[in-house]
């Protein structure tokens, strides 16, 4: 049988709040739920690393990868931090995973997913000493 899934609806519809409040990732005010959406990111930036390393196979690739990646963050607003993050999956032929899917039309909460995001993914680049 063939793969017809598609993403239901979008994350700049009405409902995306209610799916980010359903996954712990807003609170009752509909605000960022600072907290979850920290864990959150260093559980996909650890992930990404991850990723990278297994899609790449050549750790000084991932290397000379993460230095560029990291140094285009740093210079970037929080849109293009964002958009940088789903370019790694969409560069790796790889889906968004479903919580960033939805977290991508909600400009608030991009914006902190995206900075702890790049500061964990930071972190394990120095970590890893590279």
């Known amino acids: 049988m063939q793969d017809l899934y598609?993403?239901?609806?979008?994350?700049?519809?009405?409902?995306?709040?209610?799916?980010l409040r359903r996954m712990g990732l807003a609170t009752a005010e509909d605000t960022p739920e600072r907290d979850a959406l920290s864990v959150l990111s260093a559980v996909f930036a650890g992930q990404l690393y991850d990723d990278l390393c297994d899609y790449y196979q050549n750790y000084e690739n991932v290397r000379e990868l993460l230095a560029q990646l990291l140094n285009e963050a740093e210079g970037a607003d929080h849109k293009q931090k964002f958009l940088l993050i789903c370019l790694q999956y969409d560069g790796m032929f790889r889906d968004l995973p479903g919580p960033i899917w939805w977290i991508s039309g909600s400009p608030e909460f991009a914006e902190l997913f995206a900075d702890s995001f790049w500061a964990h993914l930071k972190m394990l680049k120095e970590d890893a000493g590279t």
């Open 6 to 19: 598609q993403r239901p609806h979008s994350p700049f519809d009405d409902t995306a709040i209610e799916r």
